[in-house]
């Protein structure tokens, strides 16, 4: 059953049709990546999904639901997270905070009761820090919940990014280039966490330039190329296509 259905989404910048005529489809429960070169529109095509950007043309469903145009905060609230291709954090905040701030959207306390720290506003705030060290214990950052987030490594700033937003307990998680800037090893545990992500009964639609990782993870491929899309299906079945071939000329087969 698709979680995530986009129809026939366009997204143009003046003159430049950045997303054409995109049709693809998400299974509930799958990983699927979304592949090209620099420059193919595929970080436009998330921020049509999560409402950074209004198509001018298309729709785009969640669970049977349309959510083109939502404003992002509504469309983290239907169960839709991402990470960024670079990094977001709040460098000067602990890494808990952090992560808090990617559970804000599931608290129920306004600005009054916090102001006086009513007693059920207490209880909120000790369930939200016990849900956000769940998640740094997942990704393996708990022991370093005090510390600020820039001190961390390029690697473990990803991790944490993820932490965060698994915190807002999304059904579908979006992964913009997870792996930039890790090294073998991190990249090796990335694939594993993200089998973990999916063993929850999470979605995962992610970018990413690591061909292993790619053929690791995802279950299917969709590829583009200028915006339009030039093949989708399994990940062997991709690979061996005539028109990806022509668009990564240049990219050794070994990285696949």
Request: aromatic residues 6%; charged residues 25%.
């Amino acid at each position: 059953m698709s979680l995530l259905r986009l129809q026939e989404v366009t997204k143009v910048f003046g003159g430049l049709v950045a997303v054409n005529d995109l049709t693809f489809s998400v299974d509930a429960g799958s990983v699927v990546g979304l592949i090209g070169p620099n420059g193919a529109g595929k970080t436009t095509v998330f921020n049509c999904i999560t409402g950074n950007y209004t198509p001018e043309k298309g729709r785009i469903f969640f669970d049977g639901e349309p959510v083109s145009g939502l404003r992002p905060h509504k469309v983290v609230e239907l169960g839709i997270a991402r990470t960024f291709q670079s990094i977001r954090l709040f460098g000067k905040l602990s890494v808990l905070e952090n992560v808090l701030a990617g559970r804000h959207c599931r608290m129920k306390s306004g600005m009054l009761s916090c102001m006086l720290h009513l007693p059920w506003q207490r209880r909120e705030e000790r369930a939200a820090v016990a849900r956000c060290m769940e998640e740094l214990r997942f990704v393996g950052l708990a022991d370093r919940h005090a510390e600020a987030a820039g001190g961390l490594s390029y690697g473990n700033q990803r991790l944490l990014e993820i932490a965060r937003a698994l915190a807002s307990d999304p059904r579908l998680l979006i992964l913009d280039e997870p792996a930039g800037g890790m090294n073998d090893q991190e990249t090796a545990a990335l694939v594993d966490t993200i089998a973990a992500i999916r063993d929850r009964g999470i979605t995962v639609l992610l970018i990413e330039h690591d061909m292993r990782l790619v053929m690791k993870i995802c279950e299917k491929l969709v590829v583009l190329e200028h915006g339009t899309m030039i093949a989708q299906g399994e990940p062997d079945a991709v690979r061996r296509n005539p028109a990806v071939v022509e668009a990564y000329l240049g990219v050794e087969d070994e990285k696949w």
